[in-house]
Antibody, heavy 121, light 110 residues
Framework: VQLVESGGNLVQPGRSLRLSCVAS????????FHWVRQAPGKGLEWVSAISWNSGSTDYADSVKGRFTISRDNAKNSLYLQMNSLRVEDTAFYFCAKTLHPIVVAGAFDRWGQGTLVTVSS | QSALTQPASVSGSPGQSITISCAGGNSDVAYNYVSWYQQHPGKAPKLIIYDVSKRPSGVSNRFSGSKSGYKASLTISGLQTEDEAEYYCSSYRSSSSLVVFGGGTKLTVL
């Protein structure tokens, strides 16, 4: 089981960035996925979730209206489109797989290694 | 959307037991969907407890979880030096955000 994120970069405030997470080693479309971020030296913050079939999505208030989560089950891939980026969005972004099939909320049993997004002018 | 409340730090000696608390409310910890994660510096979090007290395959039985009302707890018995890490609790939340984390607890093994 492996999750590999990519797409992190240095970007100016107000710009956009798209993160990707490619999964392998399990049946991708059986599970919901989440994005969790961690500012350098800080704690974990839940960002967004998507159900196994993209029928349900959810967002933290801090990113609602600016970030969009999506997935492509044919490509075993998860995405996070981040628009109108702010300095406070600077963080490592982790994709995380839910432990139980189908269930959206609950524990995350597999995490990627994280990709760093730095928002700065 | 306030985080769950954890102590900033705890410490213990090798072989001892420690407990980390995680306080929430009736919209989160009241449900039996509390998880605990261990994170070493520069690494991704690792799931060690889910659904309050269940251990994933491969996790040492020195780790145990419990809950009373709106407070969940993680107990680590027989402390080992490799247990030194940051620990986070997490819960499903029925209002506002779907998932909420605690602020994290730094465990030092003296």
């Amino acid at each position: 089981v492996q999750l590999v994120e990519s797409g992190g970069n240095l970007v100016q405030p107000g710009r956009s960035l798209r993160l990707s997470c490619v999964a392998s080693g399990f049946t991708f479309d059986d599970y919901a996925f989440h994005w969790v971020r961690q500012a350098p030296g800080k704690g974990l913050e839940w960002v967004s979730a998507i159900s196994w079939n993209s029928g349900s999505t959810d967002y933290a208030d801090s990113v609602k209206g600016r970030f969009t989560i999506s997935r492509d089950n044919a490509k075993n891939s998860l995405y996070l489109q981040m628009n109108s980026l702010r300095v406070e969005d600077t963080a490592f972004y982790f994709c995380a797989k839910t432990l139980h099939p189908i269930v959206v909320a609950g524990a995350f049993d597999r995490w990627g290694q994280g990709t760093l997004v730095t928002v700065s002018s | 959307q306030s985080a769950l409340t954890q102590p900033a730090s705890v410490s213990g000696s090798p072989g001892q037991s420690i407990t980390i608390s995680c306080a929430g409310g009736n919209s989160d910890v009241a449900y039996n969907y509390v998880s605990w994660y261990q994170q070493h510096p520069g690494k991704a979090p690792k799931l060690i407890i889910y659904d309050v007290s269940k251990r994933p395959s491969g996790v040492s039985n020195r780790f145990s979880g419990s809950k009373s009302g709106y407070k969940a707890s993680l107990t680590i018995s027989g402390l080992q030096t490799e247990d030194e890490a940051e620990y986070y609790c997490s819960s499903y939340r029925s209002s506002s955000s779907l998932v909420v984390f605690g602020g994290g607890t730094k465990l030092t093994v003296l």
